[in-house]
Every structure is written in C-alpha cells, then in structure tokens.
C-alpha cells in the first residue's frame, strides 16, 4: 500500500531531551516536507527537501533539524524541545515539486507534548 | 510572503443542505490552490484543486471557485452527508517555485443527520 508513515504516533517528553520523529514513504517519491499544526494556524511548514541531500527552512524552522539521506525517510529532529514545540506534526510527500505531480499525501500525525 | 486567511472557523449545516468555505490570499503570484480534508485522527487529504487559468472546477458534489482578480477562492459541497464531517483547509502556492504550501486556519464542517 502506498503511505507515508511516522512514528511515533504519540511522544510526551521533557524539556531539553532530544528527540527524532521519523517518517518514511514507499512511494519513491522526490519532495518531502513536514509541517506543524497548531489551533486555529493550520498547518505551517517546518523544513522541506527537493530531493536526497537537498533541505530548505520553511515558514518556522527554529529548533528543528531534518536529514535527507535517503530518498524514502526524512526524519524530523529536536535536539532541545521546548513546550512551545508541543504540537501536532504532519509529514508530507509528493511525485515531484511543482507542476501537475505536486499532489502532496500526508502521514498520519505525531502529536507532541513536551512538558 | 503569502497569508491565506480561511472563513468561517466552524460550520454546521444540516444533512442534505449546502455548506460554502471562503479564503483569500495575499500574493498574486499564487496559481495553485488545493483543498484538503482531515477527519479525526488522521492526515490531511487532497479532494480538489484549481490552477489560476480555470475559474470552476467540480468533482460530484463539491466544486471549487476561484477568483483571481478579488483573490479569493471558494469550496462548496452540496447534499452534504455525515462522512462529509471534517476539518478543511484550503492553500495557495507558487507552482513554478517548488511545493510550498500555505494554509488556512481551517473549517470543522459538522453535518447534522
């Protein structure tokens, strides 16, 4: 089945202890990108990769990290997580950037609670 | 750089009426401008999308309309069904400069059987 998947689904940690969310797709797909969402602000992208080795900050990347080793995972780290960071988190990915094949299919969420 | 403002906030409509979600944008260089739905406990996903060079497009019981000059672009759902009980957002992006999406606030559609 084609999904993109995360893990974990849920997390509750402490301030200060570093963390990494992963996700993957099966879909060998280019773009990857994950976004937070918070009430009220939709979803706001966080970092995005072009492609393997190609990262770029999105609206609000502070205290964030991604990798792109690999075409199929895109983890998303905190290396110092802060409670502002609680959140829910979507990772997204997509055929291509831009163009017709820019559909972007999306994971089913890690909700954060940093305390 | 773009702002999509979304409206109204919730929604609630009785099965089988009509229910109509409005955005704006502020960058007029947006051309692409999807629509997703997420249901409880899930991602969001892609239901409709138009490109600025179309002003209408329809899908069964929802439709997208855009207007480029005002900058504002609208779903509608008709005969609206239970299933069809969700958050919507919708987005605007620049195609030509990759895949960054910018999105609304969101809508809690509830449809009243």
């Known amino acids: 089945e084609a999904q993109v998947t995360q893990n974990p689904r849920y997390l509750i940690t402490v301030t200060g202890k570093k963390l990494t969310v992963t996700c993957s797709q099966n879909?060998?797909?280019?773009?990857m990108s994950w976004y937070r969402q918070d009430p009220g602000l939709g979803l706001r992208q966080i970092y995005y990769?072009?492609?393997?080795?190609?990262?770029d900050k999105g609206d609000v990347p502070e205290g964030y990290k991604v990798s792109r080793k690999e075409k199929r995972n895109f983890p998303l780290i905190l290396e110092s997580p802060s409670p502002n960071q609680t959140s829910l988190y979507f990772c997204?990915?997509?055929?291509?950037?831009?163009?017709?094949?820019?559909?972007?299919?999306f994971g089913p969420g890690t909700r954060l609670t940093v305390l | 750089g773009e702002n999509v403002e979304q409206h109204p906030s919730t929604l609630s409509v009785q099965e089988g009426d009509s229910a109509v979600i409005k955005c704006t944008y502020s960058?007029?260089?947006?051309?692409?401008f999807p629509w997703y739905k997420q249901e409880l406990g899930k991602g969001p996903q892609l239901i409709i999308d138009?490109?600025?060079?179309?002003g209408e497009k329809k899908d069964q019981r929802i439709a997208v309309t855009l207007n480029k000059t005002a900058k504002h672009f609208s779903l509608h759902i008709t005969e609206t069904q239970p299933e069809d009980s969700a958050v919507y957002f919708c987005?605007?992006?620049?195609?030509?400069?990759?895949?960054?999406?910018?999105f609304g606030g969101g809508t809690r559609v509830l449809v009243k059987p």
């Open positions: 138009i490109r600025s060079n179309v």
């Open positions: 997204a990915s997509s055929i291509l950037a831009g163009g017709p094949d820019n559909e972007q299919f």
């Open positions: 990769s072009m492609n393997v080795e190609v990262t």
């Open positions: 987005a605007a992006s620049i195609e030509a400069a990759g895949n960054k999406l910018t």
């Open positions: 879909m060998n797909h280019e773009y």
């Open positions: 960058d007029s260089a947006s051309n692409y």
